[in-house]
């Protein structure tokens, strides 16, 4: 199998947990990427009270950025440091760890910022297989190859053209695997809102302002998502932060009812935006 060229900064926020499948998801992650691209830039920003991650776990291209933080686990936050470090001078990417789409997508998304210098942001998927336990672990173990045969006739759907509209009823951004255009991420000021705890609806967040500002779609390609235990604490899918995210997403989105007021919202952001030193020891 030949490696495929790939100029971009590859970010994974992370948070250990008592479920074992989270961090080898995560493995996995990057082994993937490695596997099939060479020239990316892989950074794994873990946000918690003490690095959990070890060195020796990870390859020596990856890097490794910690984010101290007693709190409850702050995604948003955690990618914003990331960028911070990254390198990579024209695309970041936004991953979950337990989500892997086509390789042909990566490359298929990277053309179209080649391409059409107006596209601002593009979602790597339009939808994605639940991987049970076996199938992830098939997946990881080497047997199964979800992607073994190629997908062609890949294409961007579902664009917005700064004007918050969409050809379908979904979000173009809806978090997971995400492509953006790094020069517009720091003309943002840091396009996740870090007033959001935990995770959920942050990514929603971004996804709405940039469709205000700017030209953003979704691949139609089918991503994987590998099995993990659901996070503890709410009825809500497992996730406690979600309904009071959504709330303060809902008010955010009434500020942002015209390009004019998401551009005012940008310019009324701190500049301190992914500042590792945001929750002191």
């Not at 199964?144 to 294409?155: R, S």
């Amino acid at each position: 199998m030949t490696k495929q060229y790939l100029d971009v900064s590859y970010i994974i926020a992370y948070r250990e947990s008592k479920d074992p499948y989270r961090k080898r998801n995560l493995l996995y992650n990057i082994r993937f990427i490695n596997k099939h691209f060479d020239g990316v830039e892989i950074i794994i920003a873990e946000d918690d009270k003490t690095p959990t991650m070890s060195k020796r776990e990870l390859p020596k291209n990856v890097k490794y950025v910690f984010c101290h933080h007693d709190g409850p686990f702050n995604k948003a936050w955690a990618f914003n440091c990331a960028v911070k470090t990254a390198t990579t001078k024209k695309i970041i990417v936004f991953a979950d760890g337990d989500i892997i789409a086509p390789p042909g997508a990566y490359i298929a998304t990277a053309q179209v910022f080649d391409n059409e210098p107006e596209t601002a942001s593009i979602d790597l998927y339009g939808g994605f297989i639940n991987a049970k336990h076996i199938l992830s672990d098939r997946i990881i173990s080497g047997e199964e190859d979800p992607f073994e045969k190629p997908v062609d006739n890949l294409n961007v759907y579902a664009e917005s053209f700064g004007d918050g509209s969409f050809i379908d009823s979904h979000s173009p951004l809806f978090g997971g695997l995400n492509m953006i255009r790094k020069s517009l991420f720091y003309g943002a000021r840091g396009c996740f809102e870090e007033i959001f705890d935990g995770w959920g609806a942050e990514d929603i967040s971004f996804g709405y302002l940039l469709s205000k500002i700017s030209k953003v779609g979704r691949l139609n390609a089918c991503a994987v998502h590998l099995c993990h235990w659901p996070a503890r604490g709410s009825e809500n899918r497992g996730n406690p932060t979600n309904e009071p995210n959504w709330q303060l997403f809902l008010q955010l989105k009434d500020k942002l009812d015209s390009k004019e007021n998401a551009i005012k919202l940008i310019n009324e952001r701190s500049l301190d935006w992914g500042n590792p030193e945001r929750y002191p020891l």
